[in-house]
């Protein structure tokens, strides 16, 4: 009698048997445990990569330049990801405990950041800007919690059903990218236009706590002891509490920033769809307008700065005028105090400061109720985008459906934030001078800010090789500030920075212009320039220049940040 060979398992029954034994002691079957860590994963990466987001978007906001801080922020996150990566192995024992205590305590990092950030902003921000001792520290805080997630993973997906390295490692990496997909559309689409910066980055907090406490105590719960269940059931309690009592207060918080800020007589905030919005003054004081933190009026002494702007442009006809940017109207003030001036298009990317400019009586009292003279017709669109579209000929004023008359202009003045704030670089390419250059009519003149030549000469004179690279000569002047914190830095300086003396401007055509002031019109003689200051401020900013510098390109943009 011939002995019989054992029977030989089926495939299937072997992996199933191989199952049960990995996922003994799961309160589901391998299947549904696998699906419930890899929907962990999508939820953690969502989560992840709104930080990471939040954290761009604020440190651009807060510090200025967004290709500076992005880069900083991507590349130090990306780095200390790594360094968590290798730190993780030493939980490996303890993958679940660890990963439950790493997920709770990114939470608390990740959602309280944006809060952390601002406050530094408003109280301290001379730690903010203190490299990897400043803001950079949360940065490297939940990069190292954020890269130590895969790792640990790794080992609760193996504890479940053993598989093959690659397959395993596919999995969790195709979770992580959708979620971050998803992260990555729901912070600009979702959470920062319904919640905010401040109370979308706790609620992203929140759901990361609840979802890596939920997956550790509910799926894992059994692997743990019961002193190490009541340790995390505590810490996701103490997180959530924390969050949730953070978002309660965000308002008193946003408040009390707000005033360390801008001072305690702030009379309006609001956040529109391109900016923050804030006025402060009025009521006998002076009144101050701020874009994105950034002082854009100061009432003290922003005559000094629009009548340097305009007036030398005014020198020769000027009935018909385009103004790129100068929501605020008080440039628009400036070009309707001179006669012959028919029609004024002013073209700004946010409504609302028109609307805060035409409204607000402290602000319209301001600009002249410039915007009740029927002359003045604002356009809302991008200075870059409406030139681009233009097509000037050679007709009177007519206005055509875009709300653009049918000639070329007379004088252009371009009211925009600086050079070096990045997205503004564009404004101040050569080939946005060049659409502004064919815009002018025979014989007209484009007025441009450009920053402080004795503060920032190398910005200046940049400004001034790119509006010559478009075919225009240039005529450099300055004049002298005061409130040194308006119009003309890119980034919000610090309390104890020294104040720019100055203002720098380029008076650019088709032929040299003398600088030269208009006859007084009905509204008087300007208050604060006359002929021999504007002279005195050619001099000046010529004597800082810089030869041989090349000019800003939209591909190749130059201006120091």
Same mark, same amino acid.
């Given at each position: 009698?011939?002995?019989?060979?054992?029977?030989?398992?089926?495939?299937? @029954?072997?992996? *199933?048997?191989?199952?049960?034994?990995?996922?003994?002691?799961?309160?589901?079957?391998?299947?549904?445990?696998?699906?419930?860590?890899?929907?962990?994963?999508?939820?953690?990466?969502?989560?992840?990569?709104?930080?990471?987001?939040?954290?761009?978007?604020?440190?651009?906001?807060?510090?200025?330049?967004?290709?500076?801080?992005?880069?900083?922020?991507?590349? +130090?996150?990306?780095?200390?990801?790594?360094?968590?990566?290798?730190?993780?192995?030493?939980?490996?024992?303890?993958?679940?405990?660890?990963?439950?205590?790493?997920?709770?305590?990114?939470?608390?990092?990740?959602? +309280?950041?944006?809060?952390?950030?601002?406050?530094?902003?408003?109280?301290?921000?001379?730690?903010?800007?203190?490299?990897?001792?400043?803001?950079?520290?949360?940065?490297?805080?939940?990069?190292?919690?954020?890269?130590?997630?895969?790792?640990?993973?790794?080992?609760?997906?193996?504890?479940?059903?053993?598989?093959?390295?690659?397959?395993?490692?596919?999995?969790?990496?195709?979770?992580?990218?959708?979620? *971050?997909?998803?992260?990555?559309?729901?912070?600009?689409?979702?959470?920062?236009?319904?919640?905010?910066?401040?109370?979308?980055?706790?609620?992203?907090?929140?759901?990361?706590?609840?979802?890596?406490?939920?997956? +550790?105590? #509910?799926?894992?719960?059994?692997?743990?002891?019961?002193?190490?269940?009541?340790?995390?059931?505590?810490?996701?309690?103490?997180?959530?509490?924390?969050?949730?009592?953070?978002?309660?207060?965000?308002?008193?918080?946003?408040?009390? @920033?707000?005033? @360390?800020?801008?001072?305690?007589?702030?009379?309006?905030?609001?956040?529109?769809?391109?900016?923050?919005?804030?006025?402060?003054?009025?009521?006998?004081?002076?009144?101050?307008?701020?874009?994105?933190?950034?002082?854009?009026?100061?009432?003290?002494?922003?005559?000094?700065?629009?009548?340097?702007?305009?007036?030398?442009?005014?020198?020769?006809?000027?009935?018909?005028?385009?103004?790129?940017?100068?929501?605020?109207?008080?440039?628009?003030?400036?070009?309707?105090?001179?006669?012959?001036?028919?029609?004024?298009?002013?073209?700004?990317?946010?409504?609302?400061?028109?609307?805060?400019?035409?409204?607000?009586?402290?602000?319209?009292?301001?600009?002249?109720?410039?915007?009740?003279?029927?002359?003045?017709?604002?356009?809302?669109?991008?200075?870059?985008?409406?030139?681009?579209?233009?097509?000037? #000929?050679?007709?009177?004023?007519?206005?055509?459906?875009?709300?653009?008359?049918?000639?070329?202009?007379?004088?252009?003045?371009?009211?925009?934030?600086?050079?070096?704030?990045? =997205?503004?670089?564009?404004?101040?390419?050569?080939?946005?001078?060049?659409? $502004?250059?064919?815009?002018?009519?025979?014989?007209?003149?484009?007025?441009?800010?450009?920053?402080?030549?004795?503060?920032?000469?190398?910005?200046?004179?940049?400004?001034?090789?790119? +509006?010559?690279?478009?075919?225009?000569?240039?005529?450099?002047?300055? *004049?002298?500030?005061?409130?040194?914190?308006?119009?003309?830095?890119?980034?919000? $300086?610090?309390?104890?920075?020294?104040?720019?003396?100055?203002?720098?401007?380029?008076?650019?055509?088709?032929?040299?212009?003398?600088?030269?002031?208009?006859?007084?019109?009905?509204?008087?003689?300007?208050?604060?320039?006359?002929?021999?200051?504007?002279? =005195?401020?050619?001099? *000046?900013?010529?004597?800082?220049?810089?030869?041989?510098?090349?000019?800003?390109?939209?591909?190749?943009?130059?201006?120091?940040?």
């Amino acid at each position: 009698m011939e002995p019989v060979a054992p029977t030989r398992p089926a495939p299937g @029954a072997e992996r *199933a048997s191989r199952d049960r034994e990995f996922s003994g002691g799961l309160p589901v079957g391998p299947g549904p445990a696998r699906l419930l860590v890899l929907a962990t994963v999508f939820v953690c990466a969502a989560c992840g990569l709104v930080y990471e987001l939040e954290l761009v978007a604020l440190a651009s906001y807060l510090m200025g330049d967004s290709v500076t801080q992005a880069s900083v922020v991507l590349s +130090v996150m990306v780095f200390a990801m790594g360094v968590g990566a290798l730190l993780a192995k030493r939980l490996r024992c303890r993958a679940a405990l660890g990963f439950g205590v790493v997920e709770a305590i990114l939470a608390l990092v990740g959602g +309280v950041s944006a809060l952390a950030l601002y406050a530094c902003f408003a109280w301290s921000p001379e730690w903010l800007a203190g490299g990897l001792g400043g803001a950079r520290f949360l940065m490297v805080a939940f990069s190292l919690l954020i890269g130590a997630e895969v790792p640990l993973l790794m080992v609760m997906m193996q504890r479940i059903r053993r598989q093959d390295a690659g397959g395993a490692v596919a999995d969790l990496f195709a979770a992580d990218y959708v979620g *971050a997909l998803v992260g990555g559309l729901a912070f600009p689409f979702l959470l920062l236009p319904m919640l905010g910066q401040l109370t979308g980055a706790l609620l992203t907090g929140a759901v990361n706590a609840f979802a890596g406490g939920a997956l +550790v105590l #509910g799926l894992f719960g059994r692997d743990l002891s019961r002193r190490s269940r009541r340790l995390l059931i505590l810490l996701n309690v103490v997180v959530l509490a924390l969050l949730g009592t953070a978002a309660a207060l965000v308002g008193d918080f946003e408040a009390a @920033a707000r005033r @360390a800020m801008y001072g305690t007589d702030v009379r309006l905030a609001v956040q529109s769809e391109i900016q923050e919005i804030v006025l402060t003054g009025g009521e006998g004081r002076s009144l101050a307008l701020y874009l994105d933190g950034r002082l854009r009026v100061s009432g003290a002494d922003e005559h000094g700065y629009h009548e340097a702007l305009v007036h030398p442009a005014m020198a020769g006809p000027h009935a018909r005028v385009l103004i790129l940017g100068g929501g605020d109207g008080l440039a628009a003030r400036e070009v309707l105090r001179h006669p012959g001036v028919r029609r004024v298009d002013l073209v700004e990317l946010d409504p609302a400061v028109v609307d805060l400019a035409r409204r607000d009586p402290g602000l319209a009292a301001l600009n002249g109720h410039a915007y009740g003279d029927p002359r003045l017709r604002p356009v809302t669109a991008d200075p870059f985008d409406w030139l681009r579209a233009g097509r000037p #000929g050679a007709g009177e004023a007519g206005g055509g459906r875009d709300g653009r008359g049918g000639g070329g202009y007379d004088v252009i003045v371009a009211d925009l934030p600086h050079p070096g704030i990045t =997205s503004s670089t564009k404004l101040y390419s050569e080939e946005f001078f060049g659409l $502004a250059a064919r815009s002018l009519a025979p014989g007209g003149r484009l007025a441009v800010h450009s920053g402080s030549p004795a503060d920032r000469p190398k910005t200046f004179w940049t400004v001034d090789a790119t +509006v010559r690279a478009a075919g225009l000569l240039t005529t450099p002047y300055s *004049a002298a500030g005061h409130d040194g914190a308006f119009a003309f830095r890119p980034d919000r $300086a610090l309390r104890d920075h020294p104040k720019a003396p100055d203002w720098g401007f380029l008076l650019a055509g088709r032929e040299r212009q003398p600088l030269t002031l208009a006859p007084p019109g009905d509204g008087g003689p300007p208050l604060t320039l006359d002929g021999a200051a504007l002279r =005195s401020g050619g001099l *000046a900013a010529e004597a800082t220049r810089l030869p041989g510098l090349p000019p800003s390109t939209l591909s190749h943009p130059r201006y120091p940040h």
